[in-house]
């Protein structure tokens, strides 16, 4: 941000439409704003610097600095999910059942932003729990929490098991397509009225249900927030530098610093600590495997 703008009022974008983003000025009222060229480009999360052009329309002059940035890489393009957030709630699914790859990467963005991340796996009142459960186990084996809801068939439970977790946060919620993740919002803020897809719909039409990443409070004193946002296919991390992914899983890092040559790839290296792990089963298989094929298409140029 520079000097010149710093008189003008701060707001946060809570919407982005193409071009357009809804920004939400320090009295809670929420307007159309369009940024002013390219330096103005802006995500849901941010604070901005804003003016005032009509009576409901305004102009973002400037981007504050961004404490993060949640974003994926694919191939061609880079997409932000949010900015500025205090954590990840990472929502998987009995059913449609999860990638295990996709679960990887998010968890990758996550750690390589800075965000702290926790799991939840959503729709336990469906008959494959256990097999989903043992899917996660390494999960929870690496320190992470993995939190049980079946938003629809026990709101009362899940919501008592998400509310302390959220307080007083910016909580964004990620995860595949109809997973629960507008229920999850609906559930926590009566008012929301997210869309709810119909799964087999949603999931046979290849559409998602939410086309928008969308921010809502959750109290009046906006203090705790949730962030709804599209289901995701594809998660690139062409963002990561090769070298650096080992370091990105907690289980693998573990085990780094006993490889004997220090830029071991982990693959086909002697001595090699992380493989030493995997075979003493410290490291899941299928963790390694998806290290093997993320790392694969992080080495592989693009021309
Ligand atoms: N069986 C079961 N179904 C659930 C549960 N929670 C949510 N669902 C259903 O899952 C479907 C998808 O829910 P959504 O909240 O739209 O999922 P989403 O993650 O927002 O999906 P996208 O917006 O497409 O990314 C809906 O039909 C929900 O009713 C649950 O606890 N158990
Ligand atoms: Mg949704
Ligand atoms: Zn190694």
Known sequence: MTAKHANLDLGLVVRGHGRHY???????????????????DCVVGDQVRWAEVSADEGVIEAVEP????LFRQDEWKTKSFAANLDQLLILVAVEPVFSESQLCRAL??????????????????????????????????MGLTVMELALKADPVASRARLAPWLQGKRSFVLGPSGTGKSTLINLLIPDA???????????????????????????????SALIDSPGFQEFGLKQIEPA???????????????????????????????????????ISASRYRIYGEILQELSSKRW
């Not at 939400?24 to 390219?38: F, N």
């Not at 961004?66 to 940035?69: C, F, G, I, P």
């Not at 990758?108 to 989903?132: H, M, R, V």
């Not at 799964?199 to 249900?209: C, D, E």
């Open 193 to 223: 009225q997210a869309q709810v897809g119909d799964i087999s719909q949603a999931l046979n039409s290849g559409r998602h249900t939410t086309t928008t990443t969308q921010w809502y409070w959750m109290d009046a004193d906006r203090e």
């Open 108 to 141: 990758i963005a996550a750690e390589s932003a800075g965000i702290a991340a926790t799991i939840a796996l959503n729709k336990t009142d469906l008959p494959g729990a256990d097999a989903a459960r043992a899917r996660l186990q390494p999960y929870r084996d």
């Open 244 to 282: 650096q992914l080992p370091l990105l899983m907690p289980d693998l890092r573990a085990h780094a610093g006993d490889c004997r040559f220090y830029n071991c790839t982990h693959q086909h290296e002697p001595g090699c600590g992380v493989r030493a792990a995997l075979e003493a089963g410290q």
């Open 66 to 69: 961004r404490r993060n940035l």
């Open 22 to 40: 809804i920004v939400e000025d320090s009295d809670g009222r929420r307007r159309v704003c369009h940024p002013r060229g390219k330096k103005s």
